[in-house]
Each structure stands twice: as structure tokens, then as C-alpha cells.
């Protein structure tokens, strides 16, 4: 009955323009949001025991270091000095710097001889870092003195080179993963004259450490007891970055001259232009709700004002200042309501139509189907409503008060 | 319910209207189940004395109180609640829903109570001879007619006070004994106060009467 004289004067135009702006705002800014939570996993290819802040950087290797090298073994090696280490702490996009430990004495491996790739032997080498920046649960990631057996990690394309060069072009079987950390090969390691053995397994392969890595006390041990040097300069770098896709991190590495994984650059690189781009469109969704909620705000208000008279002669008759605004209240959250499930067609089209694009390409994790934005909008809506309910409440204790 | 003013003095009345005037910056108490007549001529500030008891005034110095309580501190909320079953109202401008019709123009009023009965009502319409106007919209009754609803409307509720500013200035002399007799017959009913607001001052004679 009362909504028969608070509804004078409500434009069907004004209610629909309102509608569409904010159907509009929502679908963009639900749109855009979804598609980075979708997105960013791809630039992010996770590994079980290497950290995504984690970067590795080493000196770049040019020509003319060769040549040095090549004519005097004294020569200045690109490695870090304490002092580089030192500066790239002080960097406000760093949280912290590791090094990597090389080793100074000789490493060789082989293959058991009753086990499945028999025969195999190779000179090797050894690196590690903190114990802190392997995030491996494996419980014998550790080595004391007196243990015969210590634990490695493999780069993948070790593997691959063993399963697409090596074993097919001498005949012997191919291996899994999981196989491959069944094997144990013997290692020998020597320097100063001496000579001693050791057992090894690997315990778990990584696509972005281009290394073999054991853990660290073996490397020290080694060093302090068969190697040339007790504690070699590391050549290799971990930074630990508070955001990985920093412009300013990438134009120190450049600056200074360093390298880093190419691809990985490139997937930070791109992650960071995704990131701008986002927020460029988030920035454009967001604009467009602001206005479509100041039309709404606008058209409210003036909606108000013109039943003026109506709402004062309601308060006269004796209807309180809740009675008088809930129906334009409930007006509001059913429109903000539908506009919110509206908004939800276009959105899964959208992201239909790039989930597809995705699992073509390979990536197939949308177990979670627009859940991780509804919350966001829903926030959002809800947000919208209390300021706008709380506004209708205010004009409308103004005109009240007014008589 | 105890209306008591207390020097009030409205902004915009002359200063010699306020000297000749029983109300304006004096001590006057209306007391329960009282009829008070207030008379005067145009512009002297009958609807602004209506308006100041009914809150929708607030621009005059000194103290009113309603029930003890000085009127500064009545909330919008407290006004509600006086309007919605203490103090009932015949506005001089009605304030009818033009776009309504007779009968929900009453009945917008009697659903926050449910106080009247349908017959009731259809009797009181009966009584002030508007029935068969029931669903005509109050846009197009004449002023004489929505006086009458508008006196309905404000019989739908509970009251302890009923103000009645010149709630009959457009019935004849036998119309406005006929809807006086209701009103105070319903007014009787709850031993509620009567305010009536008139030009002139003849009115019935056993009634307080008082000179704006």
C-alpha cells in the first residue's frame, strides 16, 4: 500500500541505465579478476621444493673471460665478490641473498653394476645452497659425517638427456622419475691425494635448477678436507625477491650485467605486464561501477525528492523513518541482486571462452568454476547496497525532519 | 496527555500580535480529555500553534512540552510514534494522496492500527455523507468531500489529542454539527483532548476558548 505512493515518479529509463552500468562495471571487473586467478598459475609453474620468490642469477660469461682464462689461470673468473653480494642485499626489491657452494675437489659416478642402467660412468660435479631454501620434506635431506649415503637433486633435463641421448643410443632402458630416484649410484670423490667413496640416490628432479644439488654440510666437508679451496666464491646467486616480477629487479640483473634464466625472465616479464594490464582493466570496471552508482545515487536522490510530499504526508500519518525507507531499500538490493546474477552470464561466457583457449594449451586447473570471484563481487555488491540503503535512509530522516 | 506551552513564541509572528495573543509567550497547559477552541483571524498563526504541537515546526523559542517531556528532545522516531496512536490530525491542507482514492487514503492510515473496522468505516463515510465516494481518486473530490476523508481518515487511530485545524471550513452548519457530533462521540470513547482552530469564535459554548 505504502509502495503504491513512495513508487511515483520511479523512471524505467533512469532504472535501466542505472542497471546496465553496473551490470557492465561488475562483468568487467569479475572478468578481468577471474581471468588473472585463472592466468597466473600458467607464468607461475610451480616445483614442490623451489620457492616462486627464488631467483638465480650468475655473472654473464663473455668471449673475452674465456680467452683470460684460456692464457693465465690467475685470471679474474666471473664469480661474486663479498662486495657484490653485499650491494644486492642493500636493494629494496631484495629480501635476502644465498649463495651457491661449489665444490673443490673431483667428483666421479657410476652406476651399480647388478642395478637397471648398469654401466654408466661420468665425471660430476656438486653445488649446494642453505638447507632453508630446499623446501623438501624428504626427511633425508640432510648429510653428517660418516653417512656413505647423501642425497641429490637433478635438473629434469639430466633426465632427459639420459632417456632421449643416452640410454637409446647405447641400448640400455629408459627410466621414470620415480625410477630413476630408485637407482643408487656410487660416487668417489678425491683431492689432495686422497680418495674416498660414497653412495648416492636422487631424491627429486627440478626444471629451474640447472645443477646437481646436495646437501650443503657435504659440500663444506668436502671442501675442508679433499679441496683446494675451503670456501670457493660462488658463481651462482639465490635472490630472494619480495616480488619476483619487479621492472626494478630485472634492470639491476641488466645493469650489473648478470644472467638468469631466459624463460623464466621472460614468464616474470610477462606476469608483469599481465599484472598492469589487469589492473588497468580493474581500474576501467571500477571507474565504470562509480559512475553507474553516482547515476544511481542521482537517480535515487531525485527520486526521493520528487515524493517529497508523499513521504512527509507518510510520516504525518505516522509511519516511522524504517517503514518509510525499506521499500526503496528493497528496490535497491533486488535491483543490485539481479544485476549481480545477470552479470554472471556474460562473466562465464567470457571465461568459458578463455578456459577453452587454456585447455588447449594445456592447462586444465578450473576445478573451482567462478567461485574465487564471486566472493569478490558479492563483497563488492554488498558493499554497494549498505552505502546506498544508508543514503535512502538519510534523505529520507532529512525530508522527514523537514515536515 | 498534557500539552503544556511555556513561552513559545513562533519566529515569524509581529511582536504587537504576540502581546494580544492568549497563547503566544504565555504558560498554558491543555490537559487531558480538554476541548479547547483557538479563534483568530487569517495569519495569526493558528496552523503554525497546530504545527508546533505536531512537530513539524520547530522555529519558535521558548518550551513546549507533550507529556513532561520538552519537545527539543523528542527524536524523529518519538514523533512517529505520537503521530502513529497518541495525537491525530485534520491538517487545513488535508494532506490527502491525490493519486489514491477515498477509501485507501483511509485505509493507508487504518492499517498501521488496524484500529477501525471495515463497517466502522463505511459507516463514518455513511454519517458525513461521502459514502459512494469510496473509490473515487481524492484528486478529484472537492475540497468539502476530502475534508470529510481527511476527518475519517484521522478517526482511524488511536488518539489522546486530535488537532482539528479548521477541519470544517468547507461544510455547511449542518454538516459541521454532524461531523463535530462524531468526532467528539469517537474523542468521548478514549477521554481524548480536542484542539479545534476556527476564524471565528462561535462555536459550541461550553468549550475553552482562547484568542491567538
Known amino acids: 500500500m505504502i509502495w503504491k505512493v513512495l513508487k511515483n515518479n520511479i523512471k524505467p529509463g533512469q532504472i535501466t541505465g542505472t542497471f546496465l552500468g553496473i551490470m557492465l562495471g561488475l562483468t568487467i571487473l569479475m572478468g578481468a579478476l577471474s581471468f588473472y586467478i585463472d592466468v597466473k598459475p600458467v607464468f607461475e609453474d610451480k616445483e614442490s621444493f623451489w620457492k616462486d620468490e627464488y631467483i638465480i642469477i650468475n655473472k654473464r660469461i663473455e668471449l673475452t673471460d674465456t680467452y683470460a682464462q684460456l692464457q693465465n689461470d690467475n685470471t679474474e673468473k666471473p664469480l661474486f665478490s663479498k662486495e657484490d653480494i653485499e650491494d644486492l642485499k642493500k636493494q629494496p626489491f631484495v629480501k635476502d641473498v644465498a649463495e651457491f657452494s661449489g665444490c673443490s675437489f673431483m667428483i666421479s659416478a657410476s652406476s651399480a653394476k647388478d642395478g637397471p642402467i648398469a654401466g654408466f660412468y661420468s665425471d660430476l660435479f656438486f653445488e649446494a645452497v642453505p638447507d632453508e631454501y630446499i623446501d623438501v620434506n624428504y626427511a633425508n635431506w640432510k648429510w653428517e659425517e660418516n653417512n656413505e649415503f647423501v642425497p641429490a637433486i637433478l635438473p629434469k633435463a639430466y633426465l632427459n638427456l639420459y632417456n632421449f641421448g643416452f640410454a637409446q643410443s647405447q641400448n640400455l632402458p629408459q627410466v621414470s622419475e620415480e625410477g630413476a630416484g630408485l637407482v643408487k649410484f656410487n660416487i668417489m670423490i678425491q683431492g689432495r691425494g686422497k680418495k674416498q667413496k660414497f653412495e648416492t640416490r636422487i631424491v627429486g628432479f627440478s626444471e629451474r635448477i640447472n645443477t646437481i644439488l646436495v646437501p650443503e654440510s657435504f659440500v663444506k666437508w668436502g671442501n675442508e678436507n679433499f679441496g683446494e679451496e675451503v670456501s670457493p666464491r660462488p658463481g651462482r646467486l639465490i635472490i630472494i625477491a619480495k616480488d619476483p616480477s619487479s621492472p626494478e629487479l630485472f634492470k639491476y640483473i641488466e645493469d650489473h650485467n648478470y644472467d638468469l634464466n631466459k624463460s623464466e625472465l621472460s614468464n616474470s616479464k610477462a606476469l608483469a605486464f599481465l599484472k598492469i594490464i589487469i589492473t588497468i582493466v580493474l581500474i576501467i570496471g571500477l571507474v565504470i561501477i562509480l559512475l553507474a552508482f553516482s547515476l544511481m545515487v542521482i537517480s535515487i536522490q531525485l527520486l526521493l525528492h520528487r515524493n517529497n510530499e508523499n513521504i512527509s504526508k507518510l510520516g504525518m500519518l505516522g509511519y516511522s523513518l524504517r517503514e518509510i525507507s525499506l521499500p526503496y531499500q528493497i528496490m535497491v538490493i533486488i535491483l543490485f541482486v539481479v544485476t549481480f546474477l545477470t552479470s554472471l552470464i556474460p562473466l562465464s561466457v567470457f571465461r568459458n571462452y578463455y578456459a577453452s583457449n587454456m585447455i588447449l594449451l594445456g592447462y586444465e586447473k578450473f576445478n573451482h568454476i567462478l567461485f574465487n570471484v564471486l566472493a569478490p563481487g558479492f563483497g563488492f555488491i554488498t558493499i554497494i547496497i549498505l552505502l546506498l540503503m544508508l543514503m535512502i535512509r538519510r534523505s529520507i530522516m532529512k525530508i522527514m525532519k523537514a515536515g | 496527555m498534557e500539552i503544556k506551552f511555556s513561552g513559545v513564541i513562533p519566529a515569524p509572528i509581529p511582536e504587537k500580535d504576540i502581546l494580544q495573543s492568549e497563547i503566544w509567550g504565555r504558560d498554558i497547559t491543555f490537559n487531558a480529555g480538554e476541548k479547547t477552541l483557538i479563534y483568530a483571524d487569517s495569519g495569526k498563526g493558528k496552523t503554525t500553534f497546530v504545527n508546533i504541537i505536531f512537530g513539524n515546526r520547530k522555529d519558535f523559542t521558548g518550551d513546549l512540552f507533550i507529556n513532561g517531556k520538552n519537545s527539543k528532545n523528542l527524536s524523529l522516531n518519538d514523533y512517529s510514534a505520537l503521530h502513529k496512536n497518541v495525537l491525530s490530525i485534520v491538517p487545513q491542507g488535508l494532506l490527502l494522496f491525490p493519486e489514491l482514492t477515498a477509501i485507501e487514503n483511509i485505509n493507508i492510515k487504518n492499517r498501521i492500527q488496524n484500529y477501525q ?34 476527518i475519517v481518515r484521522a478517526l482511524c487511530q488511536s488518539f489522546e489529542y486530535i488537532l482539528l485545524d479548521e477541519a470544517f471550513s468547507h461544510l455547511d452548519s449542518t454538516n459541521t454539527q454532524i461531523a463535530w457530533d462524531l468526532i467528539r462521540e469517537e474523542a468521548g470513547k478514549q477521554n481524548a483532548g480536542i484542539i479545534l482552530t476556527s476564524l471565528n469564535k462561535e462555536f459550541e459554548k461550553e468549550m475553552k476558548k482562547l484568542h491567538v
Open chain 2, 117 to 150: 473496522t471495515a463497517e466502522r468505516i463505511s459507516e463514518m463515510m455513511e454519517i458525513l455523507g461521502i459514502s459512494g465516494f469510496e473509490n473515487r481518486k481524492a484528486g478529484r473530490m472537492s475540497f468539502g468531500q476530502r475534508q470529510r476523508v481527511a
